[in-house]
């Protein structure tokens, strides 16, 4: 029941999430929106607009109560105040039980000064108990100690003083012990239980704000056959995202990082026995693989151990933290279901036994990712409450729902608490009081079985830790020992939570799709199919997975939108790298005739095998066997003869390109140099043709000449016979006779 606006008890029909201001999309960027909101906007919105008198945080009374319906009280939060601490609390008080609380009490406060305790009626609603998160207690006060002063309070042994409040439940009824107050809870015997406001507030007596905390007293009186409230505690165990740089290459995780993480999982390790589902992340594992400091390979055998504890549940989850309505939106399916394949392989990679099946996302889901998701063998989902549309609760979401995962599958959804999330998120806040903020999440969880005790039909209810959770120890300490040890409340895995709670029938999700995707989708799809080319050339198959987790990792909605395209960058940066391991030599080509086999030297430093498709064209060379061939580069100077054929002398280019086997992929080019030193067999005959003409003519003409002259001197011979002149006798005389003859005769 909850309270009215105008103070009449009213089924809470507040929205099913709790009123928690959550976006509907972004994993990283919801949960530090959320801690700046703080809880006065949970108050806001789980009020629905029932204004309460006095704003949270704000100081209305510093006496010992308020009267009813009245004036609000005011009091520290988790966040306590150094002069007042908690150091350790009751969880619950039953029957015959006192309350008892270890304090720190700060050296500011005065030797004299005094402790003042404050009981307030039992809740009546969750969203009357976000207000005293909020700092506000609205309601009367049933109880109210005279100053208690805190000289007369025994010392622990462990630190702080002791202060025990014997409860009375019922008239009629006397507690075992005694103090220096009895908390009257003024209720019928079998009719107590429910969370009750307790103040604790000191009196220096010298002015000023009085430091003060509020926490809960928690009064549970179940029948031995109550059914009790399930609670599935899930905790991402994670690293912070760490893109590739420019240059392809990963930084080691800090050392702080690992300590936080480190902190976290040997917290869990100290309570076996309680049953928690945990989710470790697969990038997380592998990077710690690859490692080889000693921090390092600690924290991977302490995330080993802690999965490997039969109690809990370990989940399977994609390689890095993403988004799925983000990457289903952005048309980037086959970039979700790469997430989901490598997220296994890493975890079997790691010794890491993980259960498939159920997706975890604190992002707000659609029918279109859910489909895919049932599509990759997710029958089971973890969504915020604001994925469905319409209120399927009178109260809290208690029970799983079934929605729609498609045309013909149905998919069961466990609804997370943002209540109980955004506590959990508080806790990582600096300066918070850790067992405070603890008891105060037991304190909630008794509220919601007190929605509705004692029912034979199970109830459950999730909460979702952040996914770079830092918790104080403390924290987790006293959380983990209060759920194992409820009487009205059960811890269970999520695993538990499906096969023991009837999901309810008849869920819709919200058709609102998600936020516009800050990832570089042009740039993620080209990386990728070069990455999977890639991967049909190496004989390594180690090298292109590496690649691709760099591209995995980029896509992690831990990171903001820059450092997810420097990311996708890095990848692409890391895959040129491993091109540049394969080139073609530049050397000059000399032909000496006019075909001939010649050599093309590849030059691989790479350790892996290189399969890929060698084109060599040219525009005036000719390629008998033809341009394209397969090759195998298994040595670091690799030979590829290459028949060529000149069609005259001179300097030609031929371009030599290296592919991958499945295309799409250069994995080398280079413009070569051929010198052709030959004469072609049409140039040759060409040329033995006028040198033949030339000496036909040089023959007749020779020829020609030698002739006439034997005629000649063979005619002249006889003209001499005959007593002529020849043609040899000098010029004729005056007389016409010849000077030879003149000579002769």
């Keep these: 029941m909850a309270q009215a606006c105008d103070g009449s008890r009213t089924p809470d029909r507040r929205d099913p999430d709790g009123g928690a201001p959550r976006r509907a999309g972004r994993r990283s960027r919801a949960r530090p929106h959320l801690a700046a909101l703080g809880l006065a906007a949970l108050v806001a919105a789980v009020l629905g607009g029932c204004g309460a008198d006095v704003p949270a945080g704000s100081v209305a009374d510093t006496g010992p109560g308020t009267a009813r319906g009245g004036s609000a009280v005011t009091a ?54 976000v207000q005293t998160l909020g700092g506000t207690v609205s309601g009367s006060t049933i109880a109210a100690s005279q100053p208690i002063a805190l000289s007369s309070l025994p010392s622990d042994p462990a630190g702080g003083v002791d202060l025990t409040v014997p409860v009375l439940a019922g008239s009629g009824v006397s507690p075992p012990s005694t103090g220096a107050f009895t908390a009257d809870l003024h209720c019928a015997v079998g009719e107590c239980g429910g969370v009750y406001p307790l103040r604790l507030q000191l009196d220096t007596s010298v002015g000023g704000t009085r430091p003060q905390l509020l926490t809960d007293l928690v009064y549970e009186e179940p029948p031995a056959n109550t059914s009790r409230l399930r609670v599935a505690l899930v905790t991402p165990l994670s690293l912070p995202a760490d893109p590739a740089s420019a240059t392809g290459a990963v930084a080691p995780a800090a050392a702080a990082a690992l300590g936080t993480l480190g902190t976290l999982a040997a917290a869990f390790a100290t309570h076996p026995d309680v049953a928690t589902t945990v989710v470790p992340s697969p990038s997380t594992l592998a990077s710690l693989g690859d490692e080889t400091g000693p921090r390092a390979r600690q924290l991977l055998s302490q995330l080993q151990a802690l999965a490997a504890d039969g109690t809990r549940q370990t989940l399977a989850g994609p390689y890095a933290a993403v988004d799925p309505a983000e990457l289903v939106g952005a048309g980037l399916d086959g970039e979700l279901a790469d997430q989901v394949q490598r997220g296994t ?38 969504l915020p409450a604001t994925s469905l549309a319409g209120t399927l609760f009178r109260l809290t979401p208690s029970a799983p729902v079934t929605v729609p995962g498609g045309r013909t599958t149905a998919v069961t959804a466990a609804l997370e608490d943002p209540i109980l999330d955004q506590q959990l998120a508080d806790s990582s806040v600096a300066g918070a009081n850790a067992v405070l903020a603890a008891n105060q999440v037991l304190a909630d969880l008794a509220l919601v079985y007190y929605e509705e005790p004692n029912l034979a039909a199970a109830r459950a209810v999730v909460a979702l830790s952040p996914t770079l959770w830092s918790p104080d120890p403390a924290f987790v300490d006293t959380l983990l020992a209060g759920l194992g040890s409820n009487p009205v409340l059960q811890p269970v895995t999520l695993g538990t939570l499906f096969d023991t709670v009837p999901a309810v029938p008849g869920g819709a999700l919200r058709r609102s799709g998600p ?31 590496g690649l691709s987790d760099l591209l995995l990792a980029a896509e992690s909605d831990l990171l903001r939108p820059a450092r997810q395209a420097a990311g996708v960058a890095g990848a692409a940066a890391a895959l040129h790298t491993e091109l540049g391991r394969v080139s073609i030599n530049p050397d000059s080509i000399r032909l000496t005739s006019s075909a001939a086999n010649v050599p093309v030297t590849i030059v691989k430093t790479a350790s892996y095998t290189v399969t890929a498709v060698m084109a060599t064209t040219s525009d005036k060379l000719l390629l ?36 991958s086997p499945r295309g799409g992929l250069v994995i080398a080019s280079r413009q070569l140099t051929v010198r052709s030193m030959s004469t072609s067999a049409v140039a040759i005959a060409l040329s033995l043709g006028a040198v033949a003409v030339l000496l036909v003519w040089w023959g007749r003409t020779v020829w020609r000449r030698s002739g006439g002259r034997g005629a000649h001197s063979r005619s002249r011979r006889a003209r001499r016979a005959a007593g002529e002149p020849g043609d040899d006798q000098g010029p004729a005389g005056d007389d016409g006779t010849t000077a030879a003859a003149e000579v002769r005769h």
Excluded: C, K
């Design 515 to 545: 936020d516009p995707s800050t990832l570089p989708v042009r740039a993620v799809r080209s990386t990728r199919d070069e990455i999977a080319a890639f991967a049909t050339a190496v004989s390594d198959p180690s090298v292109p997975r």
């Design 624 to 659: 008998p066997q033809g341009g394209t061939r397969t090759v195998v580069l298994d040595r670091p100077t690799n030979a590829v003869y290459v028949d060529m054929q000149a069609r005259a002398g001179g300097v030609f280019r031929v371009t030599v390109t290296l592919t």
């Design 76 to 129: 520290e939060t988790a966040r306590s105040d150094a002069a007042l601490t908690l150091l350790a609390q009751s969880s619950y008080v039953g029957p015959g039980q006192a309350f008892t609380a270890r304090l720190a009490i700060g050296s500011s406060v005065p030797a004299g000064a005094s402790v003042d305790i404050t009981v307030y009626e039992r809740l009546t609603s969750r969203s009357a108990f």
């Design 345 to 382: 392989q890493a975890l079997a990679a790691a010794n890491v036994h993980a259960a498939g099946g159920t997706w975890v996302d604190p992002a707000q889901l659609d029918q279109t990712t859910v489909g895919q998701l049932a599509g990759l063998g997710f029958d089971h989902v973890v």
